[in-house]
């Protein structure tokens, strides 16, 4: 039995041995999650590295928008997605939260814009219809500032023409917008060469504001002397020159537009800048109206204007060189003397030769050197019936060399321009004159002294015949030959008067008061009359309702 309590002996207790120090060793087994830490921090980094810039984007409403889904396009390439969409405090707008990609950086500058895009149709264009099935996105215009932004205001609409495309910009004023919208077509010699890319109300109230877009390189042909004008829908005229219609296009029809260009004489203009303001006129011949000098004159008549309005042309053989402005009514007190002053506005470039320096420069225009040796030449203004049947006048300036020696009275304000009396007025005194003669020749007494002279040749015949019949025996040969030739004279004399007598009495039945003639004449007068009406009514209906051109006219409702 052993001793269990017996103390060991040191002898028996081994030496303790030291071991070299082991190197640092790595298990199999953490080998995947050190690869798996490595790869998930270089996308990290990678991550890191691409991601752009966080940015926010103030729009009226989030129609459209979703948080995590929508994205960011910029010509159709996604640069970006919407990362949250809140209530502004105001409760006026909706903040889009937006992280952008790396290489979208270039683009985040003060003019770039954002808008929705989604299936729109405006005017004549339908757009977006991709996105019905891929929903929509925000679109991306970039911008061309250096200034660098990370805060924008969208905007509702898609703009009309994009910043990088050439071309240039102008503004123009006009008193109305008439049927003009955005991205209705600028035409140059009816060719659409850009558009209109906003339209805004003046501050004052009393007028637009029009910016338009037109691209390169027509915007060359747009001088510092060009000019703009309406060429919207249908333009119907009707003047002392007649009926007019004209347009630039069908689309301008629907759609508005405006057209412009540049007077021939100054085709040589320098080009206008960008932003440059031109004003906007209603039609073309308005726009012509105002491509050089503007002067007023007075012209005094002594006949009656009835016919002539406000608008009239001012026609030089054809070519119209100025326009009726005011017509008044002026009494002499001393002599008792009508007079109908009317003043017209005058353009006198359009009467100037072109002559040209060696600079190639217009020489300065002086009315008065141009018109005192023409108005000495019988220059002088009239009445012309412009149409017949509208019965409308105009002024006509002519030379006249049997006109009485006149001059310009450039003392009045004012000037007084010299004038004749019209052709038609000359014409209706004339013919005035004729029927007081005739009216006053005593066609009645007439008749019965040809009734009388007649009978007087009817005896005398009979005379004559009884004497042929008792001398026939015992007159010589040559007597009963004088006797047969003075009866034939007397037969000849007896059919003139025959004819006269019917004469006198048709002229008498002609100028009777209820003659055919004249009945005929005076009913002609009413249908002219009354076609006359009718065409004021219809240009009165189509002034207030063209769009009855395309449309027809609508029922009257009950």
């Known amino acids: 039995m052993t001793d269990t309590t017996q103390k060991p002996v040191l002898s028996d207790i081994p030496d303790a041995v030291s071991e070299p120090r082991r190197r640092f060793s790595v298990q199999l087994v953490w080998i995947i999650p050190i690869v798996a830490s490595l790869i998930g921090l270089s996308i990290a980094v990678k991550a890191f590295m691409d991601r752009g810039e966080t940015i926010t984007i103030t729009f009226k409403t989030g129609e459209g928008m979703e948080a995590g889904k929508t994205k960011l396009k910029y010509k159709d390439v996604q640069i970006g997605e919407v990362k949250g969409i809140a209530i502004a405090k105001d409760r006026s707008h909706v903040v889009v939260t937006a992280e952008m990609s790396k290489d979208a950086r270039g683009l985040l500058v003060k003019d770039t814009r954002f808008w929705v895009v989604r299936a729109r149709i405006s005017g004549g264009t339908v757009s977006g219809l991709g996105t019905l099935i891929g929903g929509s996105y925000i679109g991306v215009g970039a911008g061309t500032s250096d200034e660098n932004r990370d805060e924008f205001i969208g905007i509702e609409t898609p703009p009309v023409v994009s910043l990088d495309v050439p071309g240039r910009q102008f503004v123009l004023h006009s008193a109305d917008v008439g049927s003009l919208d955005t991205s209705s077509p600028i035409f140059y010699r009816r060719m659409p060469v850009g558009q209109v890319i906003a339209t805004d109300l003046d501050r004052d109230g009393k007028g637009v504001t029009i910016k338009v877009f037109i691209r390169a390189p027509f915007d060359q042909y747009v001088k510092t002397n060009s000019i703009f004008w309406h060429a919207s829908g249908v333009d119907l005229t009707l003047n002392a020159s007649g009926v007019k219609i004209n347009t630039e296009s069908m689309v301008s029809i629907l759609l508005g537009g405006i057209s412009f260009q540049t ?118 203004a009239e009445l012309k019936s412009g149409n017949l049947l509208t019965g409308q006048l105009y002024v006509a300036l002519d030379f006249f060399p049997k006109a009485p020696p006149s001059k310009i009275n450039w003392s009045t304000i004012p000037p007084t321009f010299p004038t004749v009396s019209g052709s038609m007025g000359q014409l209706q005194k004339k013919l005035m004159q004729i029927v007081q003669k005739i009216e006053k020749m005593p066609l009645e007494e007439l008749a019965g002294d040809a009734r009388k002279t007649i009978q007087t040749l009817d005896a005398t015949l009979k005379s004559a015949d009884k ?55 005076r009913e002609t007068l009413r249908e002219v009359s009354r076609a006359a009406q009718s065409l004021r009514v219809l240009s009165d209906y189509l002034g207030q309702h063209p769009e009855s051109l395309i449309r027809g006219k609508r029922e009257d409702k009950q």
């Open 467 to 521: 004497l042929l019949m008792n001398v026939d025996s015992t007159v010589v040969p040559e007597a009963r030959t004088v006797l047969l030739e003075a009866r034939q004279s007397l037969e000849d004399v007896r059919k003139t008067l025959g004819e006269a007598r019917k004469t006198l009495g048709g002229a008498n039945q002609v100028l009777a008061d209820d003659a055919p003639v004249q009945l005929d004449l």
């Open 263 to 380: 007077p021939q004489d100054r085709i040589d203009a320098p080009s206008a800048g960008s932003d440059s303001v031109f004003p906007l006129f209603s039609t073309r011949d308005e726009a012509l109206k105002h491509t050089g000098t503007v002067e007023t004159y007075l012209l005094v008549f002594k006949e009656s204007v009835r016919g002539l309005s406000t608008g009239a042309p001012v026609d030089l053989r054809g070519v119209t060189v100025g326009e009726v402005t005011k017509i008044d009514v002026a009494l002499n007190s001393s002599n008792s003397e009508i007079s109908i002053p009317v003043e017209i506005q005058f353009y006198p470039e359009l009467l100037r030769a072109q002559y040209r320096n060696k600079s190639q420069q217009v020489k300065p225009l002086d009315s008065r050197a141009l018109l005192d040796p023409l108005v000495a030449r019988g220059f002088r």
